[in-house]
């Protein structure tokens, strides 16, 4: 035993010999006020310090003493604070650098083609190119005839349970349904999932929320099923019958006409069953301005590459949907009764994560997380909790506790920014320098490499 420990004695000097001599493995963020993530006070004048990929020490300036083998950075008058977390995202190689250059440091993946997005979910994990960390629910589960092609497509529940399981095998981190999925197909991929311990997250069509509530889905994407179950349901369920968009556009046209108690009670439901709500503000908003010329010319689509903007084909989607002004005005008079709904969602205790949609139709990877936040202030959150939507809270919907926060052990995923968020909202995006996986970014650097 004695010399099994002189041993490791020896090897442990060893090892901080080698250590004197290489290159730093490690960061300190000098001088910063820390916002922690977890809604905690912000405290001034601290140290952070990351060594590899994780954060060492969170310590006041005032007697701290650089330990070896660390880069100085300093962040005096900055502030420091988890990198966000795009809570709905659609994952493509080109986004990611965008991501990052936006503080964008972990994203939820909603849906892809399967087998690309598990590559680049493992690639972008074994650090092959710079990325946020990507989580994913592989490709949505949709009944037939599935929106689109790349789903997997099921019949029946028992089919409904083979496709779980697939996307189980393949290593997803939580599974996602789409507008087709009927209450009892629901029930079955719930009670598959929760045999592997996956969680389910839905944009609902054919299932209200409170019924998917009930079942025991995790997560609700974009509101959907809240006014399936605060209204009048049947014309809903025969539009998203007819087609994804007759859906989506009877859906959006609703909310307008919605009882402020009849929102209230779905919303303390969905609170008192735990459902964390995705509410893609930013989509909704957008959507209902795509008749602004402004909208389409907006300066932040530059940093969208021209390939992915031919793709988009704004005006291919507007023609498919069938809009014209009388729809974007009805979907302007819809937003009021969102706003006030999440105002009672987080009344009744609920939790909200900030997600975006990108890189879907005008959704700029990574700048459209800070336009969520800003409409989440919009709509009476306080700054406060709108980074919480955008760090901690993400961080559970996505059950990670290692991101979305500032603490000793938890993932070096860091941003430091010039302006106080506390203060203005839009401070989100003086975005000076970005930390992943302890790797330190200046955001001109990243914009440079695209
Ligand atoms: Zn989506």
Redesign the pocket.
């Known amino acids: 035993m004695r010399l099994g420990a002189a041993a490791l004695a020896l090897a442990m000097g060893a090892a901080a010999g080698g250590c004197h001599r290489g290159p730093p493995d490690g960061i300190a963020l000098v001088g910063a006020t820390v916002i922690d993530g977890r809604g905690g006070p912000p405290q001034r004048d601290m140290v952070v310090v990351t060594r590899g990929h994780l954060i060492e020490s969170v310590t006041p300036r005032d007697g701290f003493h650089m330990p070896r083998h660390t880069r100085k950075v300093d962040a005096t008058g900055k502030f420091v604070m988890p990198g966000f977390i795009d809570a709905?995202a659609?994952v493509e190689r080109w986004a990611l650098p965008r991501y990052l250059a936006y503080g964008v440091t972990s994203v939820r993946d909603?849906?892809g083609t399967l087998d690309s997005i598990m590559d680049l979910r493992e690639k972008a994990s074994l650090n092959a190119f710079t990325s946020p960390r990507i989580y994913s629910a592989g490709a949505m589960i949709d009944a037939a005839p599935a929106t689109y092609p790349n789903a997997l497509e099921v019949h029946d529940n028992s089919e409904a349970r083979k496709a779980v399981d697939k996307l189980a095998v393949k290593g997803v981190d939580y599974l996602k349904v789409y507008t087709r999925v009927t209450p009892p197909m629901l029930h079955a991929i719930v009670d598959e999932a929760n045999s592997f311990g996956l969680r389910v997250a839905g944009?609902l069509g054919l299932t209200d929320a409170v019924t998917a509530a009930d079942i025991g889905i995790r997560s609700i994407?974009h509101m959907s099923g809240v006014p399936e179950s605060a209204g009048d349901a049947a014309p809903l369920y025969a539009a998203h019958e007819k087609s994804f968009f007759a859906g989506w556009t009877a859906f959006e046209k609703s909310w307008a006409g919605l009882d402020s108690a009849a929102l209230e009670r779905v919303a303390r439901h969905l609170a008192q069953k735990n459902v964390i709500l995705v509410p893609t503000l930013v989509l909704h908003e957008l959507y209902s301005r795509l008749d602004d010329p402004a909208v389409l010319r907006a300066p932040w689509l530059a940093a969208v590459p021209p390939v992915a903007r031919t793709r988009w084909n704004v005006p291919d989607m507007i023609a498919r949907a069938g809009w014209g002004p009388a729809d974007f005005a009805a979907f302007r008079r819809s937003r009021p009764n969102q706003d006030l709904f999440l105002r009672e969602f987080l009344r009744a205790g609920g939790v909200i994560a900030a997600g975006t949609?990108a890189s879907?139709q005008m959704l700029v990877p990574g700048f459209s997380e800070h336009q969520e936040m800003e409409l989440l202030v919009r709509a009476g959150l306080t700054p406060a909790d709108a980074l919480l939507a955008a760090t901690h809270d993400a961080a559970v919907l996505l059950g990670a506790d290692s991101i979305g926060v500032v603490a000793p052990g938890k993932a070096a995923d860091l941003i430091v920014l010039g302006r106080n968020p506390l203060d203005n909202i839009q401070n989100t995006q003086s975005i000076e320098r970005v930390v992943v996986r302890g790797q330190l970014f200046a955001v001109d650097s990243i914009r440079r490499s695209w």
């Open positions: 709905h659609h909603m849906h944009h994407e949609d879907n």
